[in-house]
């Protein structure tokens, strides 16, 4: 399995970026982080999920709720390509060539 | 696949310099970037101002489905010469992150086809790494630094 690949998979999702940024602050349970977002529980639990099985977020137990907080470690690990970057600007660029090639001229 | 869109950084650098060829011609891939309608569409943003003029400015808006605004950027335009060049100020509103300096280059190299060097000047060689570290950050706009913890704990 490239993990490496779900990483980067994990956090192209504007909703999972949203649920890091959430508990980069502070650890939290996963109804606290659901009540943050209009989503359904079920899909921000998913989302919970993948962030974890790529660890992204760690859970830690406290009595009986589970927290949830940002694994500062893989973040770097994340962080340090620069290839992130380049994707999002190849993804805007293949977008207006693909804009312009279409494009018509109105008038 | 060709990989068209290349970024250089070096280390120690408060710049970077992104690069991409078009299968476009030159005043094609200009209208890209000074038509309002067509920035709105690759850009994936709202353009709420944009003058394509020495001395004018802009403002990007995003917005979630609920209409929540997740997004929002602004800048003055310095520099503005049709199919040649566009330096702007691009500031993302919100977030611990300096105001950047960007220098659009718009050049022919044949009938059908382009380039484009954007030339970006960061405040600090601090400042461009987070950058870098943070791309996803992009396109988010903030309340409560809460970015600013995540890129402490990077540190």
Redesign the interface.
């Known amino acids: 399995m490239n993990l490496r690949r779900d990483v980067f998979q994990a956090i192209a999702d504007p909703t999972r970026r949203a649920i890091l940024i959430l508990v980069a602050s502070q650890s939290m349970t996963a109804g606290a982080i659901a009540s943050n977002f209009d989503t359904a529980r079920p899909t921000v639990s998913k989302h919970l999920q993948i962030l974890t099985e790529c660890e992204l977020l760690e859970q830690a137990q406290n009595g009986r709720e589970i927290y949830y907080h940002i694994n500062a470690k893989k973040m770097k690990e994340v962080a340090d390509f620069i290839e992130p970057f380049r994707n999002m600007w190849d993804d805007r660029f293949n977008k207006l060539e693909a804009l312009m090639k279409n494009y018509k001229p109105g008038r | 696949m060709e990989?068209?869109?290349?970024?250089h950084?070096e280390d120690g650098k408060q710049e970077i310099v992104?690069t991409?060829e078009?299968?476009?011609p030159l005043e094609?891939?200009f209208?890209?970037y000074e038509d309002p309608e067509?920035v709105a569409?690759?850009?994936?943003t709202k353009v709420l101002k944009l003058e394509n003029k020495k001395h004018g400015s802009y403002a990007f808006e995003t917005s979630?489905p609920?209409g929540n605004v997740?997004f929002r950027a602004n800048g003055t335009i310095p520099e503005f010469i049709p199919n040649k060049k566009i330096t702007r100020t691009f500031e993302m509103e919100n977030t611990p992150f300096p105001v950047q300096l960007e220098f659009l280059e718009f050049e022919k190299l044949a009938d059908d086809t382009s380039k484009?060097t954007m030339h970006i000047v960061y405040k600090s060689v601090e400042a461009r790494d987070q950058?870098?570290?943070?791309?996803?950050?992009?396109?988010?706009n903030?309340a409560?630094n809460?970015?600013q913890?995540?890129v402490n704990?990077?540190k």
Do not use: C, S
Not at chain 2, 3 to 7: A, D, H, I, M, Y
């Open positions: 990989r068209k869109t290349k970024v950084a992104i991409r078009f299968d476009l094609l891939l209208k890209a067509i569409q690759w850009m994936g979630d609920h997740v484009l950058i870098l570290k943070l791309p996803f950050a992009q396109g988010i903030l409560h809460r970015l913890e995540i704990k990077l």
